[in-house]
């Protein structure tokens, strides 16, 4: 039974997880995330269900029953049309060709935090896209094996699908709202078609990575 204050995101986001808990207060406008994948718990939120690896936005309400969540409190309150604020997004998070030295990241308006692990099996962390319409690039295998997802957190996002690894072979998106977290791409084998995401503003999303 736990409710830990996670600081991977700070100074920008107060984020934390909460496990094992009867009841937690999201006061204020929250975005509340099921992180209960192993178990396939939902949660509640005045007697309705929030099943898992499905997120909503909240105001001043008791989140209930929870096996594994994630909060993210008064999470609108940081401008992205502040330069001030983009200045310091990207000064203390690290580019994304910085944190894997993967060639199709380099040049791309990608920022991303520290990686925060949770509940023993997942990792997350918060990227922000400093443009509009600018794409991550498609990739179909990851750094180690895991199921991932994509949860928004500010601004506008989608998720792309191609039959091979060229843009022009797309067949299939998501759009992502804050709140959003996209249907699972991945097999039941662990297999993922080429894919990426794209920023439609300058946004905040969260990658959530499942170890299998």
């Not at 999201?26 to 192993?38: D, I, P, T, Y």
């Not at 001043?60 to 909060?71: K, M, P, Q, S, W």
């Not at 084998?189 to 894919?195: C, F, I, N, S, T």
Request: proline share 7%; aromatic share 12%.
């Amino acid at each position: 039974m736990s409710i830990q204050r996670l600081e991977f995101a700070e100074p920008f986001f107060q984020v934390d997880y909460v496990e094992g808990e009867a009841s937690c207060a999201a006061s204020g406008r929250c975005l509340v995330f099921n992180l209960a994948e192993r178990s396939q718990k939902p949660l509640y939120i005045k007697g309705i269900p929030v099943m898992p690896l499905k997120g909503t936005v909240v105001e001043d309400v008791t989140v209930e029953h929870i096996d594994r969540a994630l909060i993210v409190r008064d999470y609108d309150r940081l401008r992205l049309d502040d330069p001030e604020v983009v200045r310091q997004l990207k000064s203390t998070w690290k580019s994304m060709y910085e944190r894997s030295g993967l060639e199709r990241h380099k040049g791309i308006p990608y920022y991303k935090s520290p990686k925060a692990r949770v509940g023993g099996d997942t990792e997350i962390n918060f990227c922000f896209v400093s443009e509009p319409m600018a794409p991550s690039g498609p990739h179909r295998d990851h750094d180690r094996d895991f199921d991932e997802v994509h949860a928004q957190i500010r601004g506008f996002g989608k998720m792309q699908k191609f039959e091979e690894n060229d843009v022009s072979t797309f067949y299939q998106e998501t759009f992502l709202a804050p709140g959003i977290i996209h249907e699972k791409f991945y097999n039941e084998a662990g297999e993922y078609p080429w894919h990426q995401y794209q920023s439609v503003t300058p946004c905040v999303y969260m990658p959530i990575e499942i170890d299998r």
